[in-house]
């Protein structure tokens, strides 16, 4: 997938495209069936497909100081739209510039001018430009007039209930990554490089991989049932996210014990995929009753992950 930053210097490949238009947070079953009706008429007109997203998102821009769960972080979801197969992205640095541009001159210079785009394809709540005056029938009248084609797609719903990426935070936060993961469409995961610990966990004798979780990450705290790829290599194991109330209640991290492993991966990346929660974060006695807890929290772990396909 060709990656386009900014719209200075688009490369002629990526000129008329027809393009999906949004923010893309999730990546989840909404967004791909918006991505899937730009890859079918890219498809019918012999077109480029690809997307147009906005980084950071612009409610990061216009709220710098609040934190923001971002379900997919910007490499992150390059990779998801690269998996779905699609030829281009063009990544708009959401900035003071752009923020400024009211919705005429957004589909000037950078829809018209700068991509030549062919057919574009939004949602039905889509809005942009200055004060976000630019909305689907703003760029229905535009594309009569510059002659690109417009879709807008309506709202994409299981059981009547629309797929948003506000519902999905809302899922993970209650640490239902099941239900996360029937939205998404995939399972929900994290990447980073293992970082050292306290070692607590190889002195109980469950040595774990330490992951520092994205800025704004808010995941129901607990043990859960984890799938995780490795310089290729497909692992298994049960991780652990949570503040250790039997010992320090300490700032949290994601800590992963793979099962049948034992190799040293300092400074390695790992990516963690989120199959099932198996319990929440609790308080024990003691060190002794944690480790009979643990013990049974990874067979119940290996169970769940048996009975669940790849």
Sequence with gaps: ML????????????????????????????????????????????RPAGVLLFEPHPREFFSPDELHFHLTPRDEKLAVLDEIGLDLAVVLPFDAALAGL?????????????LAVAHVVVGYHFFFG?????????????????GFGVTVV???????????????????????????????????????????????GTDLGFPTANVAMPKG??????IFAVRVKLDGKSLEGAAYLGTRPTFDDGMPV???????FDEKIYGRTI???????????????????LVR??????????EILAAEPR
């Design 102 to 114: 009211d919705a005429g001159r957004f589909i000037e210079e950078i829809l018209v001018g700068a």
């Design 293 to 302: 807890q643990m013990e049974a929290d990874c067979a119940k772990a290996r």
């Design 254 to 260: 994601l800590e992963v014990f793979l099962f049948d």
């Design 217 to 222: 990450t808010a995941l129901g705290h607990g």
């Design 154 to 200: 309506e709202p994409v719903a299981d059981r009547g209930e629309p797929f948003s990426s506000t519902a999905i935070r809302l899922l993970l936060a209650e640490g239902d990554v099941r239900g996360a993961a029937k939205a998404l469409g995939r399972q929900w995961r994290v990447r980073g490089p293992v970082i050292g610990g306290a070692q607590r």
């Design 130 to 146: 200055k004060n976000r005056t630019g909305s689907a029938e703003t760029l229905r009248a535009a594309g009569a007039a510059h």
């Design 271 to 289: 990516e963690v995929s989120f199959v099932d929660k198996v319990r929440g974060d609790r308080k024990f006695a003691s060190a002794e009753e």
């Design 3 to 46: 990656i386009v930053n900014g719209f200075e210097a688009v490369p002629p490949e990526a000129k008329g495209a027809v393009l999906a238009l949004g923010n893309f947070d999730g990546v989840h079953r909404g967004h791909q069936f918006l991505i899937g009706a730009a890859q079918k008429e890219a498809k019918r007109i012999g």
